[in-house]
């Protein structure tokens, strides 16, 4: 029997959804995000390149998900709403029962999501982090054969959303984000094109200090 996810990620994100895409609307995470390749680009420009991105990717995603810790998989399926959906690419559903054998993926929950004109139906898994244990799936993401795939740390509700070249991370606390940020920072995007947002609930007396060199990074991504 499947542990049943969708009451987990409400007991710690109740005002979200889980889509990767969406996350970044949300005003109450301490979120950020990275750039894994140089100038901001989306593709590898050489097979070192390449090899690095899926490393950064790794690196990053255990610092927040910790090596030999149970996190959630979850992957939202896009499916039309019935009165406009088109009948279905059978190569395409082939490969998605594949990758739901792949990685275990059970049904967790349905909704309709009036911005994206979509329902969603969100199946998970709860697998055991390992660094290089799911280079397929970073790989896949940069290939853009998947879209909007977050991985949650099952025990503190930290999150990461993996996209073309890059992640969103949202921590459980202000501090924790700036400490992220503090040893990644050589990471961040591009000047204009950074991300730093806090829960206002929990940034009430809280005072924290970056080193010169990451405070100076991260306003130059921010377009300070």
Partial sequence: MTTPFQPIWQQ?????????????????????RFHLLPGGRD????????????ERFNKVTTEVL????????IVPDRQAPTWARE???PVERARWRRFRARYRLFWQW????ATDNIVYKIEAA???WRPLHFDRLFLDIYNEKLADIILMNARTGAVVAPHVAGLFVSQPTPAELIQLISRYYGWLPVPGQGLLRFDPAQMKDTRFEL????????????GN
């Fill in 12 to 32: 710690f994100h109740p005002d979200a959804v889980p889509v990767g895409h969406t996350l970044a609307d949300n005003g109450t995470w301490n979120l950020t």
């Fill in 43 to 54: 593709a590898a420009l050489s097979r070192p390149e390449y090899r690095s991105l899926i």
């Fill in 66 to 73: 910790g090596d030999g810790e149970p996190f959630w998989l």
């Fill in 87 to 89: 009948a279905p690419d």
């Fill in 110 to 113: 349905d909704f309709f999501s």
């Fill in 126 to 128: 709860q697998h055991t």
């Fill in 211 to 222: 080193p010169k060199s990451a405070a100076a990074a991260l306003q130059k991504s921010l």
